[in-house]
């Protein structure tokens, strides 16, 4: 999730004080044995399950220092078409700039992308518990045959979702 939209809805603004900012710590992350779809209709992604395991991986966003709160709005948001579930995701081991700001979490995001061989992985990445949320409607709903593109949405979608009025979201 991208952090102005997480701080949105966690904290009521894409631009959070710096404490509330400072409360979540956020790390780039590889989860393996999934694919990232583009929900039809919708700005939004969905995850699956994706055989063989070995075959895909979706990058995201780790976050830690989330309240029960935090976690229900979060809940909320995403809604009935998804469901939570335990996984094993893939982080940079930790460095002492984790957290430090989002330009510095879209530079792991983009280094993390680039990992590739199981050495490389192994030397660079540790492997935490997480929960995500993963697709439970009809797999009709979801266009099977493309990945979802996250630079578009950044580029054509991002501004609507950090400024759209909230009964809106």
Do not use: C
Request: no cysteine; hydrophobic share 35%.
């Amino acid at each position: 999730m991208v952090p102005a939209i997480l701080h949105r809805i966690v904290h009521g603004s894409s631009t959070p004080e710096p404490w509330q900012k400072a409360l979540l710590t956020t790390r780039p992350a590889l989860l393996p044995g999934y694919r990232r779809y583009r929900v039809q209709n919708a700005d939004y992604p969905a995850i699956l399950p994706y055989t063989p395991p070995s075959d895909s991986s979706v990058l995201g966003v780790v976050v830690t220092g989330l309240t029960e709160g935090d976690v229900l709005r979060l809940d909320i948001f995403e809604g009935t078409m998804y469901e939570k579930r335990a996984v094993k995701v893939k982080v940079p081991k930790r460095s002492d700039k984790d957290n430090e700001d989002d330009t510095s979490l879209q530079k792991g995001l983009d280094q993390t992308a680039h990992l590739t061989g199981k050495q490389q992985e192994d030397d660079e990445m540790e492997e935490v518990d997480a929960t995500t949320y993963v697709w439970t409607d009809p797999e009709e709903d979801l266009d099977m045959g493309s990945e979802w593109d996250f630079e578009s949405f950044k580029r054509d979608k991002l501004q609507w979702w950090i400024t759209a009025p909230e009964s809106e979201l």
